[in-house]
């Protein structure tokens, strides 16, 4: 690790870690860098373009970021027809210039197995920046979206997903984390992150201790996508489920009333989540009112308190 007194225009390294790294250009301006990308989760190769754009330039927007400009990632088989790397490509092509934004080139190796992804490049004004270390007791803990897309994309991988639940998963995977992000910052936001890989219990603890606060979930207000709770009943949890639970349950405390499978689901990996987000109690009415207005999910999950690591209560 380098030592930060030598380089003070890094804002956000890899010490702390965050989301992405955050560079200062200027007085008014700071780069944000992030990369992403993953093998194919669900089976449409435009879907997944899509999918795995969207997800990469989460981390951007988890930062309070604003996308510039991006570059492709790709590890693709000669194998796969032209027209199939075509299609993700234009899926990942779709997100970015929907975000505002343009992809300016990319790098690709042959690989058996086909990951796609993103490189990207954002913009920050240096005292705007959202990381997960600033929570407070007194804050109140919003997520906008639903959570399920890990088991939901699971059970579809083992043919018994419904189309009835797996296609609002994807929906929700291709939804960009753009326009909810520019809300929050039109609010007093103290710390953000976004739900992917390491599930809302891994990147919560994660803000927990960065903060040094206490995160108290209410296990009924947490917003669920249809289908998840029936997958998760049916025990059809992916592997990451009990990588996340090994490396994270140490910080976890759970009301004897949570009910196994509500614990598993809150450890199982999620794909191109929503926000997590810390916000001054005072806030929340005129937050909900303008997340409604946009048509843009958000859901209060629970609280930030003195103490330490994560309660579901």
């Known amino acids: 690790m380098f030592p930060p007194e030598q380089f003070p225009d890094v804002l956000v390294g890899l010490g702390p870690s965050d989301d992405a790294a955050v560079y200062r250009v200027s007085n008014d301006l700071a780069l944000i860098a992030t990369l992403d990308f993953f093998t194919p989760i669900v089976d449409d190769p435009f879907q997944f373009g899509a999918i795995a754009a969207t997800n990469a330039l989460s981390d951007i927007y988890a930062m309070g970021g604003r996308l510039a400009?991006?570059?492709?990632?790709?590890?693709l088989s000669?194998?796969?027809?032209?027209?199939i790397v075509g299609e993700i490509l234009r899926g990942g092509?779709?997100?970015v210039t929907e975000a505002g934004a343009v992809i300016v080139g990319g790098h690709s190796v042959d690989d058996r197995e086909p990951k796609y992804g993103l490189a990207a490049i954002g913009f920050v004004h240096p005292d705007r920046v959202l990381t997960k270390a600033g929570?407070?007791?007194?804050?109140?803990?919003?997520?906008?979206?639903p959570l399920?897309?890990?088991?939901?994309?699971?059970?579809?991988k083992g043919g018994e997903a419904r189309p009835e639940h797996l296609d609002p998963a994807i929906e929700?995977?291709?939804?960009?984390?753009?326009?909810?992000?520019?809300?929050?910052?039109?609010r007093t936001t103290h710390a953000c992150t976004d739900?992917?890989?390491?599930?809302?219990?891994?990147?919560?603890s994660e803000m927990a201790e960065k903060s040094g606060v206490l995160l108290r979930f209410a296990a009924d207000q947490l917003p669920f996508l249809p289908g998840a709770r029936e997958y998760a009943d049916m025990w059809l949890f992916p592997a990451g489920t009990a990588n996340n639970r090994a490396g994270f349950e140490q910080q976890i405390r759970f009301a004897d009333t949570v009910d196994e499978e509500s614990r598993q689901l809150l450890f199982t990996p999620e794909t191109s989540g929503g926000l997590?987000?810390?916000?001054?109690?005072?806030?929340?009415?005129?937050?909900?009112?303008?997340?409604e207005a946009a048509d843009e999910p958000l859901s209060v999950v629970g609280e930030v308190a003195e103490g330490e690591g994560i309660e579901i209560v």
Do not use: W, Y
């Open 69 to 75: 400009l991006a570059l492709n990632i790709s590890c």
């Open 172 to 186: 929700s995977m291709l939804r960009l984390n753009k326009r909810a992000a520019e809300l929050l910052q039109e």
């Open 195 to 204: 739900i992917s890989g390491f599930a809302l219990l891994g990147h919560a």
């Open 78 to 83: 000669d194998c796969l027809p032209p027209e």
């Open 93 to 95: 092509a779709t997100k």
């Open 148 to 156: 399920g897309v890990g088991i939901i994309t699971t059970a579809a």
């Open 276 to 291: 997590l987000a810390a916000i001054p109690r005072a806030e929340i009415d005129a937050l909900k009112s303008r997340f």
């Open 135 to 145: 929570a407070r007791p007194g804050d109140v803990l919003v997520l906008t979206k």
